[in-house]
């Protein structure tokens, strides 16, 4: 029997599940994310971290573990309302379920894996992913092409830029490359991130211009998580005698720079990437090209053949991947894990400090939803309000006391990055236009650093009435889309509103002279109003699988822990109960913001619910009345191993 398959399931009602149109918060994006608020930043966000159990405006925020907006404010749990939001049993191909139960899992875990693309045959790699399932990077030529010229100009002498981006997955990418260039005997790499306020993202003409002040004699610039789209740049470079290397996964614009490129997603002559890295981020193409030029150093006997040199790329690759909400599958999937299973021995000691300093958890309790809700938004708080370059240098530094000094300036800058963000979010609820296609909210006192993340707040808030948001800080904006909206599309009819604008489906960026933003209002909402087929972006949840309290042991709480990584392709499983009679609801944490519950009889394990400390008294007041639930399922230590849900969302039993 396979190991994953130990827990019994009695009584499961075999149904479909439902994945709801999850709306992905593109707030990390601070958070992690990408921060398509700068230009042409393909991606979607993530959930946003604990800290942000509620809005701005005080209201409770239904989210967790991925899982934003399931059961709208304004529906909230005991209202009329919340009984029109369908909560949906998701699909699964019964023919894959039928051979995963065949091979020994259990009903209900075959349905789990079933619905994350898992099948007989694949379960035992997919439960034990490792460094021996990675692909070869020399599986993708245009690598080990990129290896062969960093390497000829080490031996040469040549000075070398790595050209950064200021974000998590810039940085992390940006650290890998000058790490794996400096192990080489006599290489001179030097890093370079541009400044996000002052110059934009990616190879803007102030930050080449910038970067060839500061290195006037370099002869290689490789790229990493930017420059597929900076054709006019790599022509100014090398017209100046520089040799250009792109390394990108954004995709690209209508011209490709006439340079050697590595891009997943862009379809290079010559260059064209396979299946298994198309869903890597910057680090992950930066840790494959870091890869092949160490591998070639050792053959040509020029690093120590007895040292592995993969630890700390590894567990930046890692962080990078979650904090840049790429897909949690496939070769993602393995970098992931196996830099959370390597975090404390390789990781750089400056990420180990963000983490110690955030977290009351020790290490070996590290999940990626550690990478995505404490150090990712470290790393981009450093670029968002002051210099990418901070975050750099404390990923680069090897001195312990420089690392804490550090890391304490960048936890402040995070802290900072939180109370601009309540600031701006709180002005811009109050300039919504009921009843509009679009809300272009101009803030000029705000940052734009944190322009996107204010816009997914606004967006947030505006729940099944969600239309695009644009937040607009002096002559720039970062815009926010639901499903069912394409944010590029909408941005280009107004193209020429605008000096530059870039981004794709769910969020994007751009800019605009002072003058035009009265104009784009009208230009993007009529624009937006024009994708909106429907009239409403609407609400629908979705989830794993119906369960009884005999389904939720240790042994499926243990099953679920081995599923993880979680992520952006691989959520936490999401389970619904119906039937439901509180028998305890006690207020927890500090000045009661959660809550505790007991079920009555069914042997229904206690469950937590983060932020709805309020509900306490009307919780109370309708215990004997039956609720139906959403949750997830973990193994809690405290006082003993047992089962522990944490609720998503929480109501009145509907009617049927």
Known sequence: MPSGSLHGNQGLRRSRRLRHGRRRDPSVGDYARRGCDSHLRPGQGWPAPPEALRDRAGHPVRRFAGYARLVPRSQDWLTEESR??????????????????????????????????????????????????????????????????????????????????????????????????????????????????????????????????????????????????SAGQVARLKAEGVTVIVTDHHLPGPVLPDCLVADPVADVPDALCPACFRGLCGAGVAFLVAHAVIARAKAQGLVDTSKSY???????????????????????????????????????????ELYDRASRRGVEHMTARDFGFIIGPRINAAGRLGSGMDALKLVLCSDREKVRMQAREIDGRNQERKSTEQRMTDDALKKIVAGAAAQVVDLPDGH????????????????????????????????????????????????????????????????????????????????????????????????????????????????????????????????????????????????????????????????????????????????AKPHEALFTVETSTYGGAHVELRIVALRLLQEV
Not at 569 to 584: I, K, Q, T, V, Y
């Open 448 to 623: 734009p650093g944190v322009a996107g993340i204010v816009a997914a707040r606004v967006l947030e808030s505006l729940e099944e009435q969600a239309v695009p948001v644009c937040v607009v800080v002096n002559g720039r904006g970062s815009a926010r889309a639901p499903e069912g909206y394409n944010l590029r599309d909408a941005l280009a009819e107004c193209a020429s509103l605008l000096d530059h604008f870039g981004g794709h489906a769910a969020a994007g960026g751009f800019s605009l002279p002072p003058g035009n933003t009265g104009a784009f209002r009208v230009a993007f909402a009529a624009a937006c109003a024009r994708q909106n087929k429907t009239g409403s972006a609407g609400v629908a949840v979705s989830f794993d699988a119906h369960v009884d309290g005999a389904d939720l042991t240790l042994e499926l709480a243990a099953d679920i822990a081995r599923m993880a990584p979680f992520g952006e392709g691989n959520p936490e499983p999401l389970f619904a109960a119906r039937n439901l009679f509180l028998r305890e609801v006690r207020p927890l944490g500090l000045e009661g913001r959660h809550l505790a519950l007991t079920f009555r009889g069914d042997g229904f394990p206690r469950a937590v619910w983060w932020g709805h400390g309020d509900q306490v008294e009307t919780l109370r007041a309708n215990a």
């Open 310 to 352: 993969a630890g700390e790329a590894l567990v930046l690759a890692g962080l990078a991947t979650v904090a840049d909400v790429m897909p949690l599958t496939g070769q993602n999937r393995i970098l992931v894990a196996e830099a959370l299973r390597v975090f404390r021995r390789c990781a750089p000691i400056g990420l180990c």
């Open 84 to 229: 029109l939001v369908q909560w949906t049993e998701r699909a699964v191909d019964d023919a894959t379920v039928q051979g995963l139960e065949a091979a020994g899992f259990s009903p209900l875990l075959a349905r789990l894996l079933a619905l994350r693309g898992v099948s007989a045959q694949t379960a035992a790699d997919w439960f034990a992913p490792s460094l021996r399932q990675l692909a070869d990077p020399e599986e993708w030529p245009v690598v080990g092409r990129i290896a062969d010229v960093i390497l000829a100009f080490v031996r040469r002498g040549g000075p070398i830029v790595v050209f950064g981006d200021y974000d998590c997955d810039g940085v992390s990418a940006t650290a890998i490359l000058v790490k794996a260039i400096r192990a080489l005997p006599g290489a001179d790499v030097r890093a370079f991130l541009p400044e996000r306020l002052a110059e934009g993202y990616g190879m803007q003409e102030a930050s080449v211009a910038r970067m060839r002040r500061e290195n006037p004699d370099v002869a290689l610039v490789v790229t990493v998580d930017n420059g597929i789209v």
